[in-house]
Each structure stands twice: as C-alpha cells, then as structure tokens.
C-alpha cells in the first residue's frame, strides 16, 4: 500500500473511533430532570444508546474483492477480470492462454515428431561401425594411437550400435579428437554426429577418399532436420514463457481492475443533535466509507 493510502486509512480509523464515542438518546424516550447536575447527567447516560456505525470495508453492495480476483486469474488469466466486471479484458487474457497453449502443443508435437524423423534418419544412414572401422584404418594418417582397437562384432545382422562391444575402447581411441561419441540413444549422440565433422566418415555417403571432417550430403541434411526440430521445441519454449507472462499479468490487472470497481472513498457530512447534560448542541458528523 502506497504511504498516502496509508496515511488516508489511518485518518479513516481515528475518525471512525471518534464518532463511534458519540452517543444519542432514544427518539419517543423522555428523561425527567431533578434539576441536581450530577443526577441529570447520571440519567442523560444512562439512557445513551451507542451510534450505529456506518464504517464496513467489506459489505458494501458490489464491491469485488482484489485479492480473490488476482488468485483467480494468476490460476487461469481472464478469469479475474470477468468477476470484476472487465467483460473486454477477459477476453482478451482468455484469447492470449488459448492461443498460448494451443502454440505450446501443436510446436512441442512438432519437435517430438521431427525428432524422431531425424533420429530415423541417423539411425538409417549413419553407423557406428563404419565410423569406427575409419579410425582404425587411418591410425597414422589421424594421429590415433597404434595400440588403439575397437572391438566389433562380426554379425552385420545387428544393428551398428549394438555391433560395438566396448563403447569405452572407442572412446579411447578418440581422445584425441575434441568430441568423443556419446553412448548410443543419448541425446548427444544425435547432436555429435550430425554437428561435428569429425564425425562425418559414419555417413553412409562418405566416401574413402574423402578428406577428414568432410562434410556430407546426408549430414548436411540430418543438421537442417535437426535445426528444424530445435527450432519447433523453441517456439513451444517461447509459448510457456508467454504463458507464465500471461499469467502475471492478468493477476496484476484483475487486482487493480477489482480495486478500480470499487469506489475508492466515500464521504457524507450532516449535522445531528447532540444532547449533553445542560444543553443541546448540533455538531457535524461524518458519515465515511472506504472500499480496497
């Protein structure tokens, strides 16, 4: 709460509690004076009824509650504008999270399934045996230890990945290449080999005379389907930061939405009669509501 909100509460308070001590007699009540003013006054109080204050933050017809109204659209945006009564707003905050959310699915379907495209696609065209069978027969020419081996198992029935017996020897034996290959079904195994030309003689257009680090056809085409799918999960990524945004926001604008419908401070003055011991007296009085 801002200092001068403060400031006005605490006025409203000290004055509330100020006319709450006034006291009125009963209309139709008669009081009969003895003429003594100690019994007068004795009698004048005791026929005093306290003044029914008129001071309520919470029960004035229409008011809408700003904290109710953030929680509700901080769970779903929009939701708090139309109990404050912004039928426009609402709309708007509900449009933004569907349109959010369906942005958020439909990419994120879309990078799930062009990842399991391109990974077909490795899992098609690249291998792990010819990969592995290029270093051990260019161990001079790619600086590569001569006591590096690679055991490979003989059944071309299996499937490349799993025809490399010892992942550890082949990793060894890369050591001095900044990159050594993930273990396969890792996501960086998908990255390496298509991101890393160091990678590139396990293209299946590779050819033998082909330089080191060259770059393939295939390769080439495995990044962009890659790049692609990347770029579908971003979107979706910056979908759900829209939604968290989203979210905040309609929370802060229902709250001050709610505290906007509400009637900031209401002030009435009138005169009433006030009777004291001796004498009767018109003293102004205010009348204060202040809604939050």
Not at 113 to 132: C, I, L, Q, R
């Amino acid at each position: 709460m801002q200092k001068s909100n403060f400031l006005n509460v605490l006025l409203i308070i000290s004055v509330l509690f100020t006319s709450l001590s006034f006291a009125q007699i009963p209309e139709g009540n008669k009081i009969e004076l003895v003429g003594n003013l100690h019994v007068d006054s004795k009698l004048i109080l005791d026929s005093y009824q306290p003044l029914e204050a008129n001071f309520k933050l919470n029960d004035q017809p229409g008011q809408k509650s700003p904290v109710l109204a953030g929680v509700m659209s901080a769970v779903l945006p929009g939701s708090g504008e139309l109990y404050a009564g912004e039928y426009l707003k609402a709309a708007i905050f509900f449009a933004v999270e569907a349109a959010l959310v369906t942005t958020a699915v439909v990419y994120n379907n879309k990078g799930d399934n062009g990842t399991a495209e391109f990974e077909a696609f490795a899992d098609e065209h690249w291998s792990v045996v010819k990969y592995s069978e290029y270093l051990l027969d260019n161990k001079a020419k790619l600086g590569i230890p001569e006591d590096c081996d690679i055991p490979i198992n003989p059944d071309e029935s299996l499937p490349p990945w799993e025809r490399i017996e010892d992942w550890d020897a082949l990793n060894r034996c890369e050591s001095i290449f900044p990159h050594q290959l993930a273990h396969y079904g890792e996501q960086q195994y998908y990255e390496e080999i298509g991101k890393y030309g160091s990678f590139s003689s396990g293209w299946d257009d590779f050819k033998s005379g082909d330089p080191f680090r060259y770059i393939t056809s295939r390769m080439k085409y495995y990044s962009q389907m890659r790049g692609q799918a990347n770029d579908y999960y971003n979107i979706a990524d910056k979908a759900i930061i829209g939604l968290y945004i989203n979210h905040l926001l309609s929370a802060v604008d229902a709250v001050w939405s709610a505290a906007v419908h509400n009637k900031d401070l209401s002030v009435k003055m009138r005169v009433q009669n006030v009777y004291l011991a001796d004498r009767v007296e018109w003293v102004p009085t205010l009348n204060l509501r202040y809604n939050f």
